[in-house]
């Protein structure tokens, strides 16, 4: 008989997508890198250690909880990537054992005790976030404007949406975010109003409409904020490089901006007394954690829904969070604790699309009571 | 020709294009110098083996009769010697009896011009018993017996001749499509004399085949569709989506039927000759130089390898019959079928990493289900051994395609535990 030596036998199939889960993992880590490059080169090197720190947490959690269960899992990036997000949501002046220690409870309570990748209800980097967040509230709130802002007179110690909420209630009625920001001390940067201007120039001013200064500063990443958070455009960037390989998916982004962006719209204005469909939409969705946990951690595809319907209705509970805790919670922000509720909700979205397809399945049997596949039906 | 249809909800584009270099009208493979013949090529029970050892067979004689329903008769396909009459694995799993006829004597047929036989003075029955006599299968798993597809049905809605090959190693239908058209139109119009169905459909993928003769006046009215070359466009429930958008044809109204299937149905019946050849694909990265061939029944997939110029390097994987629902073998001296429409020689960058990883529940499996089932709840379930809420989901549906494992980054076995719960469901007596 003859045998050809070393084959794999099994069964099909025999051919597969090139990607694997850990591809998928490393490729999320490796897109988020320039936006922490940015807070790098905004904050210099005690940002990098921060980081540094947090993904050594993480590693040394995932050796740990590996070690116990007898697997070697760091190769899968999953640990890799929780530790270089909670790194990304810390005020850059912190000190190191603070992401550490949320990394390691992330990666080792969260994820590990639950029986590691794919067994954990709660996104893990969410939940060092939320775990520092409770555990050292002040560090976690001691912004620091980037270096080479430092010329510019600013609203030191607070991020513009920290600093726009907190003012709030004593602005001039028919006042925008930006008014309240300008009054408090912002300046914004050469490139902000010279791209501003012609902007205006160019596109606005025959459309009819005219854009404040200062946004352009909140897309670049020129404010206060937590290291890897500051570049709303560098995290767009990453984001349609993502969704355009299909790494993450449309769906639970798409659901949550838009549930977002429609609820600021229409009360955001409110709370300026600007009334109903005034909110300053822009503001709000450049701002803060808000488009890092958009695309980065509610997309998560083991603590979100998996069918298209449950992401959309997940995405939406989250928009719709996000803006009742930034409105009405302790604190500015709370994209964080959006996507924690939401996770906790995602069993009962399972249930529905499980309900659904037993639907599917039952109307599919009566549709072949009759007889059955063509050529098979005996 | 319109534009290329397909059809609705999942499906996948297999990656890799595999190039064929090959022109021109498939060769004859070198004849076996022992054939080996399994009495078991179809969906029924195994032929009763009428030869003994030591016994002279000619070429197309019968060596295994039929036994019962969905069984069908086997020939020989060289002339030769019953060299041994042993049991031997089937691809599929399970075992049955193959002889092995040792080369030898002369060839009644081989190299003959033939006698064409006027068929259209045939009745139905006289076209199926015929059909029966020589063997005839269904060139599809598991090979359902022509004259069992065919005989209970009088007046069929439609009648699709599937050439669709939706992956990138399968070449033989299309192969055959382009060098035997005149013999297909005709083998259709057999096929439809039986079935007198209402419409006859041919589903290719390839905009080469738009060059197929336009069918004769005398001939059948033929239609040529082409398909999106999505998988799995070839199983039968997505064929008919794709080709009658309208719904105007249940599943139970409609035949589909290989080239190939049709092909052997017009030379058991023009040229009298029982099936004992068929078009493969010889193809995988392993491969030297890789081709279609017209190869003996019985002929081991050594010589094919062999004939093709051996392999590159050595071979990680060898698969009969596709990479996505085929079966792996290691044994070079399993033979060609009835129903083998390729032999793939894959090296290691085409197998890649069989590593698994936890479930990351993307829901990739999900969005890929040609049938719109969750694999991996219903891979939670028959884990759990917990097969009647499986059940209740769907997993009776589940055609085993592999689409899911095929996109699943975790390489979570989803497709091995579903083809072995549908074994044990026992469906169909196939």
Redesign the interface.
Do not use: Q, W
């Given at each position: 008989?003859?045998?050809?030596?070393?084959?794999?036998?099994?069964?099909?199939?025999?051919?597969?997508?090139?990607?694997?889960?850990?591809?998928?993992i490393w490729g999320t880590a490796a897109a988020l890198l320039p936006a922490l490059g940015w807070g790098i080169y905004c904050f210099g090197f005690t940002a990098a250690i921060v980081v540094a720190a947090s993904v050594g947490g993480a590693l040394v959690g995932e050796a740990c909880a590996g070690a116990l269960m007898r697997r070697f899992t760091l190769w899968?990036g999953s640990a890799f990537l929780t530790g270089l997000l909670v790194g990304m949501a810390m005020p850059p002046g912190i000190s190191p054992l603070i992401p550490a220690a949320a990394s390691l409870f992330a990666v080792s309570v969260v994820k590990g005790a639950f029986g590691?990748?794919?067994?954990n209800w709660m996104n893990p980097a969410l939940a060092g976030i939320a775990f520092s967040l409770v555990n050292w509230p002040a560090q976690m709130r001691a912004w620091a404007t980037p270096h080479h802002l430092a010329g510019l007179a600013g609203i030191s110690g607070a991020t513009p949406l920290g600093f726009a909420r907190s003012h709030a209630a004593a602005a001039i009625a028919g006042s925008s975010n930006m008014d309240i920001l300008v009054a408090g001390g912002m300046r914004a940067s050469g490139i902000d109003a010279s791209v501003t201007e012609a902007l205006n120039r160019g596109i606005f001013s025959p459309l009819g409409a005219d854009l404040p200064g200062g946004y352009i500063d909140l897309l670049l990443g020129n404010k206060a904020g937590a290291l890897g958070e500051l570049s709303a455009i560098l995290i767009l960037a990453a984001s349609v490089i993502l969704l355009s390989r299909r790494v993450i998916?449309w769906e639970v982004p798409a659901s949550i901006i838009g549930s977002f962006a429609l609820l600021t719209w229409a009360f955001g204005g409110l709370s300026l007394g600007n009334g109903f469909f005034a909110g300053d939409v822009l503001f709000s969705v450049l701002s803060g954690s808000f488009l890092l946990v958009t695309f980065f951690m509610a997309p998560d595809?083991?603590t979100s829904?998996?069918?298209r319907a449950g992401m959309l209705i997940f995405g939406a509970g989250t928009g719709s969070l996000v803006f009742l805790l930034r409105t009405f919670g302790a604190s500015a922000e709370g994209s964080a604790f959006a996507v924690i509720m939401m996770n906790c909700a995602v069993p009962a979205i399972a249930r529905l699309?499980?309900a659904a397809?037993?639907r599917?399945?039952?109307k599919?049997?009566a549709g072949?009571a009759?007889?059955?596949?063509?050529?098979?039906?005996? | 020709m319109r534009p290329s249809r397909t059809f609705r909800h999942g499906g996948?584009r297999?990656?890799?294009d595999f190039d064929w270099e090959q022109r021109g009208p498939a060769q004859n493979a070198f004849l076996p110098n022992g054939a080996v013949i399994l009495l078991k090529q179809h969906s029924g029970k195994q032929a009763r083996c009428v030869v003994r050892r030591g016994e002279y067979v000619r070429e197309g004689m019968v060596i295994g009769r039929a036994d019962g329903p969905f069984s069908a008769n086997v020939h020989s396909s060289v002339p030769g010697v019953v060299r041994d009459i042993r049991i031997s694995p089937l691809p599929e799993g399970g075992r049955a009896e193959a002889v092995v006829v040792a080369l030898e004597g002369a060839f009644d047929r081989l190299g003959r011009r033939g006698e064409r036989y006027l068929w259209k003075s045939m009745g139905r029955n006289e076209i199926l018993s015929t059909l029966r006599d020589r063997g005839v299968v269904?060139t599809?798993a598991p090979g359902?017996p022509l004259f069992?597809?065919l005989s209970e049905r009088q007046e069929t809605g439609i009648l699709i001749i599937n050439a669709v090959e939706c992956?990138p190693y399968l070449r033989a239908e299309a192969h055959l499509l382009a060098d035997k058209s005149p013999e297909l139109m005709e083998g259709i119009s057999i096929i439809r004399k039986i079935l007198s169905p209402k419409r006859t459909v041919i589903a290719t993928t390839r905009s080469e085949d738009s060059s197929l003769p336009p069918p004769s006046d005398d001939g059948p009215d033929v239609e040529l569709v082409r398909l999106e070359a999505r998988y799995p466009q070839d199983m039968?429930?997505q064929?008919?989506e794709a080709v009658d958008g309208s719904r105007k044809f249940?599943?139970?109204d409609?035949?589909?039927l290989r080239p190939s299937t049709v092909f052997a149905a017009y030379e058991a019946i023009v040229l009298a000759r029982p099936m004992v050849e068929r078009y493969v694909s010889v193809s995988g990265g392993a491969l030297k130089r890789p081709a279609v061939l017209k190869v003996r029944i019985g002929t081991?997939i050594?010589d094919l390898i062999e004939e093709c110029g051996g392999?590159l390097g050595?071979?990680?994987?060898?698969?009969l019959g596709g990479?996505?629902?085929?079966?792996?073998?290691?044994?070079?001296?399993a033979p060609i079928t009835k129903t083998t429409s390729a032999v793939?020689a894959?090296d290691s960058e085409?197998?890649?990493?069989?590593?698994r990883?936890?479930?990351?529940?993307?829901?990739r499996c999900?969005e890929v289900c040609p049938e719109?089932?969750?694999p991996?709840?219903l891979f939670r379930l028959v884990k759990r051994g917990l097969r009647l809420r499986a059940l209740?989901?769907?997993l009776?549906?589940c055609?085993v395609c592999?689409a899911c494992?095929?996109?699943?980054?975790?390489?979570v076995?989803l497709?091995?535990s579903f083809?072995a719960e549908s074994h044990s469901l026992g469906e169909?007596?196939r």
């Open positions: 008989m003859r045998r050809a030596k070393n084959l794999s036998i099994g069964d099909a199939p025999y051919a597969f997508k090139k990607r694997t889960s850990a591809s998928l899968d590691g990748l794919g067994s998916r595809p083991v829904p998996s069918s699309d499980t397809t037993r599917r399945a039952a599919a049997s072949t009759r007889g059955g596949n063509a050529n098979g039906a005996r | 996948i297999v990656e890799g269904d599809e359902l069992d597809l992956e039968p429930r064929l008919l249940s599943p139970d409609a035949v589909i081991p050594g392999f050595p071979p990680a994987r060898l698969v990479v996505l629902r085929g079966h792996s073998v290691h044994d070079l001296d793939i894959l085409e197998v890649g990493s069989l590593l990883s936890p479930c990351i529940r993307c829901g999900a719109r089932l969750d991996d709840i209740e989901l769907g009776g549906y055609t592999g494992g095929y996109v699943c980054p975790s390489r076995p497709v091995a083809a169909a007596p």
